[in-house]
């Protein structure tokens, strides 16, 4: 009976004083600052209330051979014999240590509010919301020669993933970012191999934002300044065009692409200006906080003009008839410039605009522009969402519908043109068909830019750098667009209609609607 008791007692004791695995990562996340370090050393030592605990595996092998661990059905590691002989220390066996962890544990530094400089830094989802953690004897591995395979099985529909290692942030709150330094990104039809020369925690993001080297981003910022400088250039000159053609024949339409083009200006003038003169201005200069409202209204009025264009062109195409509106273009000039000077004089009564900072993932200055202070992170993102993210949206959507529309009614014209000629032409007909879908090329991109549609490609710098390459360059260069569109419809009007001998209607008609009332 006493030796029964005491035996019961031993036991008891000996479990209340015993560190189980269940408990270890909240017992250590409940530490704050640098968890991480605790859970890496208890979860080597502890021992689970049952058998085994799912996500959890503890291996002893020789240092001499390669080490498989399997945490999950999902979750592979391989460590070659190299990197156990330098962990082992003054032993010939080696304890490894697997283990999956839920993503949400890990808290991310403040985000970084560019792209430009981070070499290192991604961010993005983390896969199926699972870390994995490895150890491996007491010694930290780094710098491996023969690097550590972890294997992150995935389905089909997963197109791309990037590897990455937990780094801690250093400020002593437990954050820290995903980083790729070290890590190699393997892609199969069923799995993330990931090829890193340290040990750590490991995930792997999908769908993560594009991380733009120092190399780009200088070239990237030469085509910026080179676009915008031409652009500038060529949309004044377009603005000359317009002014002489709304002299010699004041239309409508031609007021209304008038206004857009004078935006235009504002906006690359504003943005060389904010850009090149931040440098020249002190931290607090209030001439920096009057550049980044120009810049933020230029921006503004573009993109309102940009929507009233589309608006014209449902009129005109879809309308058609009674679309008589008395002081037609005083009431888009009030829309055109007066929206975008209402919301401006808001923000700038608010305080949003001064000096923006761009940062790498190092909190290292790259560069500046005057734009919305960055020492109000919260008004800079409500102000940039709705301003620079949801109008833009907005404003693609609908006049996508409308280039979509104009592409539609072209295809109709087309459809029902039938004056060809006789078959005995053949040879000039098919002639007469390959210039005139030359010209509705023409014109359905000289209206793609019109109606602001390479804004839609602000999608793409998300999906890969080449993305990023294509929406800097078609951005930067729209003023150029814009100015070969005028000479386009300069010479339209100046030709006529039938100065050729193969009527060329669809074409004719869609040229010539820019400048119908």
Same mark, same amino acid.
């Given at each position: 009976?006493?030796?029964?008791?005491?035996?019961?007692?031993?036991?008891?004791?000996?479990?209340?004083?015993?560190?189980?695995?269940?408990?270890?990562?909240?017992?250590?996340?409940?530490?704050?600052?640098?968890?991480?370090?605790?859970?890496?050393?208890?979860?080597?030592?502890?021992?689970?209330?049952?058998?085994?605990?799912?996500?959890?595996?503890?291996?002893?092998?020789?240092?001499?051979?390669?080490?498989?661990?399997?945490?999950?059905?999902?979750?592979r590691v391989h460590i070659p014999s190299s990197a156990l002989q330098r962990s082992r220390g003054n032993v010939s066996e080696v304890l490894v240590v697997a283990s999956v962890i839920n993503s949400?544990?890990?808290?991310?530094?403040?985000?970084?509010?560019?792209?430009?400089?981070?070499?290192?830094?991604?961010?993005?989802?983390?896969?199926?919301? #699972?870390? &994995?953690?490895? *150890?491996?004897?007491?010694?930290?591995?780094?710098? +491996?020669?023969?690097?550590?395979? %972890?294997?992150? !099985?995935?389905?089909?529909?997963?197109?791309?993933?990037?590897?990455?290692?937990?780094?801690?942030?250093?400020?002593?709150?437990?954050?820290?970012?995903?980083?790729?330094?070290?890590?190699?990104?393997?892609?199969?039809?069923?799995?993330?191999?990931?090829?890193?020369?340290?040990?750590?925690?490991?995930?792997?993001?999908?769908?993560?934002?594009?991380?733009?080297?120092?190399?780009?981003?200088?070239?990237?910022?030469?085509?910026?300044?080179?676009?915008?400088?031409?652009?500038?250039?060529?949309?004044?000159?377009?603005?000359?065009?317009?002014?002489?053609?709304?002299?010699?024949?004041?239309?409508?339409?031609?007021?209304?692409?008038?206004?857009?083009?004078?935006?235009?200006?504002?906006?690359?003038?504003?943005?060389?200006?904010? #850009?090149? &003169?931040?440098? *020249?201005?002190?931290?607090?200069?209030?001439?920096? +906080?009057?550049?980044?409202?120009? %810049?933020?209204? !230029?921006?503004?009025?573009?993109?309102?003009?940009?929507?009233?264009?589309?608006?014209?062109?449902?009129?005109?195409?879809?309308?058609v008839f009674n679309i008589y509106v008395r002081r037609y273009l005083l009431k888009l000039s009030l829309v055109g410039w007066g929206v975008p000077t209402l919301v401006a004089a808001i923000c700038?009564?608010?305080?949003?605009?001064?000096?923006?900072?761009?940062?790498?993932?190092?909190?290292?200055?790259?560069?500046?522009?005057?734009?919305?202070?960055?020492?109000?992170?919260?008004?800079?993102?409500?102000?940039?969402?709705?301003?620079?993210?949801?109008?833009?949206?907005?404003?693609?959507?609908?006049?996508?519908?409308?280039?979509?529309?104009?592409?539609?009614?072209?295809?109709?014209?087309?459809?029902?043109?039938?004056?060809?000629?006789?078959?005995?032409?053949?040879?000039?007909?098919?002639?007469?068909?390959?210039?005139?879908?030359?010209?509705?090329?023409?014109?359905?991109?000289?209206?793609?830019?019109?109606?602001?549609?390479?804004?839609?490609?602000?999608?793409?710098?998300?999906?890969?750098?080449?993305?990023?390459?294509?929406?800097?360059?078609?951005?930067?260069?729209?003023?150029?667009?814009?100015?070969?569109?005028?000479?386009?419809?300069?010479?339209?009007?100046?030709?006529?209609?039938?100065?050729?001998?193969?009527?060329?209607?669809?074409?004719?008609?869609?040229?010539?609607?820019?400048?119908?009332?």
């Open positions: 009976m006493w030796v029964t008791l005491f035996l019961i007692t031993i036991i008891c004791f000996s479990a209340s004083g015993a560190d189980f695995c269940e408990s270890v990562l909240r017992e250590c996340v409940q530490t704050g600052a640098s968890w991480t370090r605790c859970y890496e050393d208890r979860i080597a030592t502890c021992r689970p209330k049952g058998r085994s605990m799912p996500g959890l595996k503890h291996l002893t092998v020789d240092s001499l051979q390669e080490a498989n661990v399997s945490p999950t059905f999902q979750h949400t544990y890990f808290k991310l530094s403040p985000p970084r509010r560019s792209r430009l400089g981070q070499f290192h830094r991604r961010e993005g989802v983390v896969f199926r919301g #699972s870390v &994995l953690s490895v *150890r491996a004897g007491n010694v930290t591995l780094i710098d +491996l020669p023969q690097p550590i395979k %972890l294997i992150f !099985s995935h389905d089909k529909e997963v197109e791309n993933g990037t590897c990455v290692f937990w780094q801690e942030s250093g400020t002593k709150d437990g954050t820290g970012y995903w980083s790729v330094e070290g890590c190699e990104t393997t892609k199969t039809a069923e799995e993330f191999i990931c090829s890193c020369n340290h040990l750590s925690f490991f995930a792997v993001l999908v769908n993560p934002k594009i991380s733009v080297k120092k190399s780009d981003a200088e070239k990237l910022s030469y085509i910026t300044y080179a676009g915008s400088g031409l652009s500038a250039l060529f949309t004044f000159i377009s603005l000359i065009i317009y002014i002489c053609l709304h002299r010699w024949r004041p239309e409508k339409v031609v007021g209304l692409h008038m206004q857009l083009t004078g935006a235009m200006l504002c906006l690359h003038v504003a943005f060389l200006l904010s #850009s090149l &003169l931040v440098q *020249r201005l002190k931290e607090d200069s209030s001439f920096c +906080l009057v550049l980044g409202l120009f %810049l933020h209204w !230029s921006l503004l009025a573009t993109l309102t003009w940009t929507a009233l264009e589309g608006f014209h062109l449902y009129l005109l195409l879809v309308r700038g009564i608010s305080g949003v605009y001064g000096k923006y900072t761009l940062k790498d993932a190092n909190n290292t200055t790259t560069a500046h522009i005057c734009w919305m202070s960055s020492d109000f992170p919260q008004k800079l993102l409500l102000t940039s969402y709705i301003t620079t993210v949801a109008f833009p949206f907005l404003v693609v959507v609908f006049n996508g519908c409308m280039l979509g529309l104009v592409v539609f009614k072209m295809w109709k014209i087309r459809k029902d043109d039938r004056d060809f000629g006789s078959n005995s032409d053949w040879k000039r007909i098919n002639k007469a068909k390959r210039k005139r879908l030359w010209k509705d090329s023409v014109t359905v991109l000289g209206l793609s830019c019109v109606l602001g549609l390479p804004w839609g490609l602000a999608s793409t710098t998300y999906i890969s750098l080449a993305g990023i390459y294509v929406f800097t360059i078609f951005n930067s260069l729209q003023g150029v667009f814009v100015f070969l569109w005028s000479v386009a419809l300069t010479w339209s009007q100046s030709r006529g209609v039938n100065n050729s001998s193969v009527r060329d209607s669809s074409s004719q008609k869609m040229m010539t609607t820019s400048f119908n009332n």
